[in-house]
């Protein structure tokens, strides 16, 4: 009886271990959502432009076709930040498995299971970082009022692509 008390034990201290993992797993879950709904919008704006491409006479295009090239590079940050945080939620509850495997199978996988950490955080720091540099491009070429309607304002957008 006293080794099958130990055992609960343990599971017991392993349970409350995984329940800082499995918040993370919530927050990036959510960080996720953000993520996919502004590349649903990046994705949505590109088709609205690439109709008005169809339509737009050729003193138009140019700024039409830079708005493409920024979107295009927009989609590919948040592609980029959406891949590393899903690898971070890929990891973490391989962090959660391994504790568990640990535990019942009493192997001793501290580093594996530390380093499978630290590669999910930095992952998910990562793809935030990505997420800040598309939220720069976004506001770089971002133009709010009046001037958004004068044939002067139609400002060069090639070097906020360049310059990301």
Request: aromatic share 8%; no cysteine.
């Given at each position: 009886m006293n080794l099958f008390n130990t055992h609960v034990e343990n599971i017991g201290?392993?349970?409350?271990?995984?329940v800082a993992p499995v918040f993370l797993l919530a927050g990036v879950g959510q960080a996720l959502n953000v993520l996919v709904g502004r590349?649903?919008?990046i994705?949505?704006?590109?088709?609205?432009?690439?109709e008005q491409l169809l339509t737009a006479v050729d003193t138009h295009a140019k700024g039409l076709h830079q708005r493409l090239s920024v979107l295009a590079k927009r989609a590919r940050l948040i592609s980029r930040a959406i891949a590393l945080t899903v690898l971070c939620a890929v990891l973490v509850?391989?962090?959660i498995v391994s504790l568990f495997i640990s535990a019942l199978l009493q192997i001793n996988l501290e580093w594996p299971i530390a380093i499978v950490f630290i590669v999910a955080l930095i992952s998910l720091a990562a793809g935030?970082?990505?997420?800040?540099?598309?939220?720069?491009?976004?506001?770089?070429?971002?133009?709010?009022?009046?001037?958004?309607i004068n044939d002067g304002s139609t400002q060069d957008l090639s070097h906020v692509v360049k310059n990301s």
């Open positions: 201290q392993v349970i409350q271990l995984s590349l649903v919008r994705v949505d704006r590109a088709r609205l432009t690439e509850p391989i962090v935030l970082l990505y997420f800040l540099r598309e939220v720069f491009v976004a506001t770089a070429v971002l133009s709010i009022g009046i001037s958004n």
